[in-house]
């Protein structure tokens, strides 16, 4: 090679000796090994006993057949007041009451005896003064009691004095000093005592159809 008139030695070529080979070395294969699959033992079902529900004692309601209106009872507070009970029919009338209800029983067999029944089921208006029965009770253990029961004409006489010809409910009634009766005699009034001849009204304003029936604890004397 000359550069600027020098010459410089001629290298001798070097000589790239070839690539050497590495051979790579086969790795062995290791075969991994699972242990065997545990079984999981089986386990007998449980058996759950059955649970028994004690039997609940059924309640039956009685199946109502509407047929007609019941009857009316006018309710108490006290075992010792009557309790009166009104038919359903709206043509009831004071005797007709009276046959309904069981507290009234001994009267009623009385206006029969004493043959009233037809006057106070008839169409003309009126108001009753109704002893109970333990009034006529009471009555008839008191000495002569049982002997005008039974006589029919002062019997007669007694109920009658029981009957106002005109219907009237206690408002009216205690408005007034005093009441005539069908057989003539006078029942004083106390409006502030609230009694009629002198007996107090424990079931006051029972309305028929031809009046008002007011049920008293005593029975008014004779005429």
């Given amino acids: 090679v000359v550069v600027d008139g020098s010459t410089l030695p001629t290298s001798e070529s070097t000589t790239i000796p070839p690539p050497s080979v590495v051979q790579a070395t086969p790795v062995p294969t290791v075969e991994a090994t699972l242990p065997p699959e545990t079984t999981a033992p089986t386990t007998a079902p449980t058996t759950v006993p059955p649970t028994t529900v004690p039997p609940t004692a059924a309640t039956t309601t009685p199946a109502t057949t509407a047929t007609t209106a019941a009857p009316t009872t006018v309710a108490t507070?006290?075992?010792?007041?009557?309790?009166?009970?009104v038919p359903p029919s709206p043509s009831?009338?004071?005797?007709?009451?009276?046959?309904?209800?069981?507290?009234?029983?001994r009267l009623d067999e009385l206006v029969t005896e004493a043959?009233?029944?037809?006057?106070?089921?008839?169409?003309?208006?009126?108001?009753?003064?109704?002893?109970?029965?333990?009034?006529?009770?009471?009555?008839?253990?008191?000495?002569?009691?049982?002997?005008l029961?039974?006589?029919?004409?002062?019997?007669?006489?007694l109920l009658l004095g029981h009957v106002v010809p005109d219907a009237l409910d206690s408002?009216?009634?205690?408005?007034?000093?005093?009441?005539?009766?069908?057989?003539?005699?006078?029942?004083?009034?106390?409006?502030?005592?609230?009694?009629?001849?002198?007996?107090?009204?424990v079931v006051p304003d029972v309305?028929?159809?031809?009046?008002?029936?007011?049920?008293?604890?005593?029975?008014?004397?004779?005429a």
């Fill in 77 to 85: 507070t006290t075992t010792s007041v009557p309790v009166v009970t």
């Fill in 92 to 105: 009831a009338t004071v005797m007709d009451i009276l046959a309904a209800s069981p507290d009234l029983s």
């Fill in 115 to 147: 043959g009233l029944d037809q006057t106070l089921g008839g169409d003309d208006p009126l108001t009753l003064f109704a002893p109970s029965n333990q009034a006529l009770e009471t009555l008839e253990a008191a000495p002569g009691g049982a002997e």
């Fill in 149 to 157: 029961l039974a006589d029919p004409e002062r019997l007669r006489e």
């Fill in 171 to 201: 408002a009216t009634i205690f408005e007034a000093t005093e009441l005539t009766t069908v057989s003539g005699s006078v029942l004083e009034v106390d409006p502030e005592a609230e009694t009629v001849g002198g007996v107090s009204v």
């Fill in 207 to 222: 309305t028929a159809a031809n009046g008002v029936l007011h049920v008293i604890d005593g029975v008014f004397d004779e």
